[in-house]
């Protein structure tokens, strides 16, 4: 079963529901889960005599970043070395995490789909009224 908040349940097949719970259960056992990306990038400085702008150019770093996106703005913090390992775990752990969720995501989908109690489309010949009706 998949019960929403106001109760009305939509029958899941038991396998369904069995991997439904095995996808619970991995959630609850994660770690922190970092959103963003962590990444190496080399730098050019603005000193124009420095061997960062010569031909061929001797960037600095490569430095470690953690960017991700606050309010639609990329916003980056440097790492150190030891922080690099930890924070790609938690990055990773945040992938596993959004998969998870994208499966339950497609468990309830298939489980909606094949609702047996959904109507058939309405009588042929009407049209969607625009504005939508919020409350029929
Ligand atoms: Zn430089």
Request: aromatic share 4%; hydrophobic share 40%; with cysteine.
């Amino acid at each position: 079963m998949l019960t929403g908040r106001e109760g009305v349940t939509v029958p899941l097949s038991a396998d369904a529901a069995d991997r439904a719970r095995r996808i619970l259960a991995e959630i609850v056992a994660l770690g922190p889960a970092l959103p963003g990306t962590i990444l190496a990038r080399s730098m050019r400085c603005r000193s124009p005599g420095c061997h960062c702008h010569a031909d061929p150019p001797h960037l600095h770093g490569p430095y470690w970043f953690w960017t991700r996106k606050v309010e639609a703005k990329t916003v980056s913090q440097v790492l150190s070395a030891e922080q690099v390992d930890e924070y790609r775990t938690w990055s990773d752990t945040d992938r596993r995490l959004r998969a998870l969720v994208r499966e339950l995501e497609q468990i309830a989908i298939a489980a909606v789909e094949a609702d047996l109690r959904s109507p058939h489309r309405p009588p042929s010949g009407l049209r969607p009224a625009d504005p939508p009706v919020q409350n029929p």
